[in-house]
């Protein structure tokens, strides 16, 4: 079976391991242990022991209006969580998909009026 991606299905499937692999990331701090949760008003009153804290017991959430807003990490942390390990042409060709005789191919005609 062969299946045909326009180039909006490429960026939507993109879209979709961004943000697999930032799920991924929050479960794994939510597992390493429990995080923190501030108040902006205490966080700011307090923004020495938050950094500590980032740096020692791991993540820590600032909420706003009781939802969450931010998670300040040490930058050890976010180098590690971000780093890369491959580039696109290497995600692909590690796919389970490859072999699949998926094709992509650009649409032929020119690009698609907008009204702005």
């Given at each position: ?19 697999s692999m ?16 501030w108040s ?52 692909f060709a ?23």
């Amino acid at each position: 079976m062969e299946v045909r991606l326009r180039i909006r299905d490429r960026r939507f499937l993109w879209e979709i391991c961004a943000t697999s692999m930032t799920s991924m990331v929050s479960k794994a701090w939510k597992e390493a242990g429990s995080i923190e949760a501030w108040s902006v008003a205490k966080a700011k009153a307090k923004l020495s022991e938050v950094i500590q804290r980032a740096l020692s017991d791991g993540p820590q959430t600032i909420t706003r209006k009781g939802h969450k807003a931010v998670v300040v990490v040490s930058a050890d942390e976010w180098e590690r969580k971000t780093r890369r390990t491959g580039n696109l042409a290497e995600f692909f060709a590690e796919s389970p998909l490859r072999g699949s005789k998926v094709r992509i191919e650009r649409l032929k005609h020119g690009p698609r009026k907008v009204d702005l």
